[in-house]
Structure formats: C-alpha cells, structure tokens
C-alpha cells in the first residue's frame, strides 16, 4: 500500500468513526469530520499532509500525491 492509499483509508476510516460516534453518543463527534475534511482539502492545495510525514518514517512506500516524500 503507498502513502497515498493509506491516507486515504485513514481518512475515511476517521469520518465513518466520527459519523457513528456522533448518532451513539455526541453530535460533538462531527467536529472531527469537519476536521478530517479540512485536512484532506488544504492537502489537496498544499500538498503537505502530516499523516504523510509519519508514514514516510515508517517505511511506507511513496505515492505521487504528496510533494513531503518525493525526497529520501
């Protein structure tokens, strides 16, 4: 799996845990979408994902979506 896939999974992953968090407990769950979904559009103009960062330290393999691990 490359970085971009995992960020990806990862993303959606926490927007489908805040969403069903949000009916079982608190509404106050859909500020971590809104936060997921923040973070997915200033990467898209950016290009700077931090979860990218922390793959890349793990051994992930590179995608070509972010411009942080283009470099060794």
């Given at each position: 799996m490359t970085i971009d896939r995992a960020v990806l999974a990862f993303a959606g992953s926490m927007i489908l845990l805040s969403l069903a968090l949000s009916q079982?407990?608190?509404p106050y769950w859909?500020?971590?979408t809104a936060f997921v979904g923040v973070?997915?559009?200033?990467?898209a103009f950016t290009r700077?994902?931090?979860l990218a960062y922390i793959?890349?330290?793990?051994?992930?393999?590179s995608g070509g979506a972010f411009?942080?691990?283009?470099t060794p």
């Open positions: 079982a407990h608190s859909l500020f971590l973070n997915l559009l200033q990467a700077f994902c931090p793959l890349k330290r793990f051994g992930v393999r411009s942080c691990c283009d």
